[in-house]
């Protein structure tokens, strides 16, 4: 199995809603990301957990709040988010920090916040 | 301050070489990254460098040269499928990888 997947696929919500993002893997990597791309832009990096830590928060917003329950599983838990947080949200995994063979994206999330 | 640069678009043809090239300045290296973007999904990682020289992989091949903070992507005998953005991106000192703009690559029959 060479997948991240990540659910839902598409996620529309209100600016008073709570909702999450969830993202899997089960190729036994310790290290996990959350990515945000906005259209035609890079993915810009939002947080980091190596060996279920949280190790790199690229000062985001405390609307955005990651978990990491386990090694396989990353959550991206959403509250009072903005317009301007509609994004594509990318969930992705590696062996470890400094892995060599570049991170495995999922497919990704398409949030609109209305 | 971190920048990584690279051409925002380029054009070429079915079974051409093109060459995509990366100039990076950042808070010390780690390793530099190519990744190819359909549009509309994810990322797909394509090429490592961390030493200087060129790594052939297949189609592709990636060369750094650490001391120049450059790097370049090269497509061979290019096919319509590999009509898609080509990310660079570079792990500093702190383990952040920072993405550059990409470039969009057009291939014409």
């Known amino acids: 199995d060479t997948e991240v997947t990540q659910t839902p696929k598409h996620l529309v919500m209100g600016m008073t809603n709570k909702k999450s993002l969830k993202c899997e893997q089960h190729m036994g990597h310790r290290a996990m990301y959350w990515y945000k791309q906005k259209a035609k832009k890079p993915p810009e990096l939002m947080f980091v957990y190596s060996y279920e830590k949280l190790s790199i928060n690229e000062s985001v917003p405390s609307r955005f709040s990651p978990e990491c329950p386990n090694s396989s599983l990353l959550n991206l838990h959403l509250h009072a988010l903005q317009p301007e947080d509609s994004a594509l949200y990318l969930c992705a995994s590696s062996h470890y920090l400094r892995a060599a063979e570049g991170q495995y994206f999922g497919p990704g999330t398409r949030l609109t916040v209305t | 301050g971190q920048n990584i ?31 190819q973007q359909h549009a509309g999904e994810a990322p ?16 592709f091949s990636s060369f750094l040269s650490r ?25 500093g000192r702190d383990d952040k990888i920072i993405f550059g703009k990409g470039t969009r690559l057009h291939i014409l029959p």
């Open chain 2, 5 to 35: 640069d690279q051409p925002t678009e380029m054009t070429a043809t079915e079974g051409a070489i093109v060459q995509i090239n990366c100039t990076y300045q950042t808070s010390g290296f780690n390793g530099l990254f190519w990744y």
């Open chain 2, 44 to 59: 797909t990682f394509l090429s490592y460098n961390v030493l200087d020289g060129l790594e052939e992989k297949g189609r």
């Open chain 2, 67 to 91: 001391s120049k903070g450059y790097s370049y992507l090269l497509l061979k005998e290019l096919q319509m499928k590999d009509s898609a953005s080509y990310l660079c991106a570079v792990r």
